[in-house]
T-cell receptor, first 110, second 114 residues
Framework: LAKTTQPISMDSYEGQEVNITCSHNNIATNDYITWYQQFPSQGPRFIIQGYKTKVTNEVASLFIPADRKSSTLSLPRVSLSDTAVYYCLPGGGGYNKLIFGAGTRLAVHP | DTGVSQDPRHKITKRGQNVTFRCDPISEHNRLYWYRQTLGQGPEFLTYFQNEAQLEKSRLLSDRFSAERPKGSFSTLEIQRTEQGDSAMYLC????????????FGPGTRLLVL
């Protein structure tokens, strides 16, 4: 499974757009890229998943360049409730075990 | 609420005691996973089931740990002779066995071994 690198922490303010980039240089050809969000004392929650180009849902957008060696999670107009840990997982295609890194701790300030 | 439930949500026990956790997955999901998460770390894979068959176990799952899914629905995770190092959040997730489908996590059971 591909090893991931993402920032340990990020700070933002309410109303700003936040972009979290994850590097996964050794991603396999058939791997999807999945992002999860986790609040304290809760299980991870699926945010978005993609294979290439751009995916958008009601929560976030996911940008994946053509070489698929990185991906960027974009959270538009964050609020205090977006304060959480965000995990990038290549290979999260449902039937595979998920390999979590330490994630990115996002703190949103008033 | 993802539809995956875990019981109990919290458990405090003394070292050496046995504990058992239960997970009820989303009913139509035939894959069920167990993970363990310690403070400040991401979840670590422990084991998973396809229906009632346990298909993979991590090296983290010592012989004191046993998991079952007898009827392919709910699952139990038992820890025998608990140690302080077993203190963690135990997470359960379920998914359909379809490519591209995601795993849905329960709220977790937080274990504290005194």
């Amino acid at each position: 499974l591909a090893k991931t690198t993402q920032p340990i922490s990020m700070d933002s303010y309410e109303g700003q757009e936040v972009n979290i980039t994850c590097s996964h240089n050794n991603i396999a050809t058939n791997d999807y890229i999945t992002w999860y969000q986790q609040f304290p004392s809760q299980g991870p929650r699926f945010i978005i998943q993609g294979y290439k180009t751009k995916v958008t849902n009601e929560v976030a957008s996911l940008f994946i360049p053509a070489d698929r060696k990185s991906s960027t999670l974009s959270l538009p107009r964050v609020s205090l409730s977006d304060t959480a840990v965000y995990y990038c997982l290549p290979g999260g295609g449902g039937y595979n075990k998920l390999i979590f890194g330490a994630g990115t701790r996002l703190a949103v300030h008033p | 609420d993802t539809g995956v439930s875990q019981d109990p949500r919290h458990k405090i026990t003394k070292r050496g005691q046995n504990v058992t956790f239960r997970c009820d997955p989303i009913s139509e999901h035939n894959r069920l996973y167990w993970y363990r998460q310690t403070l400040g770390q991401g979840p670590e894979f422990l084991t998973y089931f396809q229906n009632e068959a346990q298909l993979e176990k991590s090296r983290l799952l010592s012989d004191r740990f046993s998991a079952e899914r007898p009827k392919g629905s709910f699952s139990t995770l038992e820890i025998q002779r608990t140690e302080q190092g077993d203190s963690a959040m135990y997470l359960c997730a379920s998914s359909p066995s379809v490519v591209g489908e995601t795993q849905y996590f329960g709220p977790g059971t937080r274990l504290l071994v005194l």
